[in-house]
Nanobody, 115 residues
Framework: QVQLVESGGGLVQPGGSLRLSCVAS????????MSWYRQSPEKERELVAR????????DYGDSVKGRFTISRDNAKNTVYLQMNNLRPEDTAVYFC????????WGQGTQVTVSS
């Protein structure tokens, strides 16, 4: 059974940092490309960051470039999203996605940036 379990969300002040984690099971993690998406009530779900399965090439949405960093630890079946200099517009539910020919989604973790 495939599972993606996100954690690390919460309430943070503008300018603060959070690190999200997504622990995967039930598929060959090291062969899957991993992504973070986010969705807020006002917007459609959007790609935040992506990391490849081979070589670990990364790609970021324009609004987070230079502030967020995606990484993966294949030994722990975990993908991370380090978020720095957070802004109120980063407030959203953040979802982890795995792609290996199929697509799997986690349940999401809420990130709220507010003073």
């Amino acid at each position: 059974q495939v599972q993606l379990v996100e954690s690390g969300g919460g309430l943070v002040q503008p300018g603060g940092s959070l690190r999200l984690s997504c622990v995967a099971s039930g598929f060959a993690f090291r062969r899957a490309a991993m992504s973070w998406y986010r969705q807020s009530p006002e917007k459609e779900r959007e790609l935040v960051a992506r990391i490849g399965s081979i070589g670990g090439a990364t790609d970021y949405g324009d609004s987070v470039k230079g502030r967020f960093t995606i990484s993966r630890d294949n030994a722990k079946n975990t993908v991370y999203l380090q978020m720095n200099n957070l802004r109120p517009e980063d407030t959203a539910v953040y979802f982890c996605k795995a792609t290996d020919g199929n697509a799997y989604w986690g349940q999401g973790t809420q990130v709220t940036v507010s003073s």
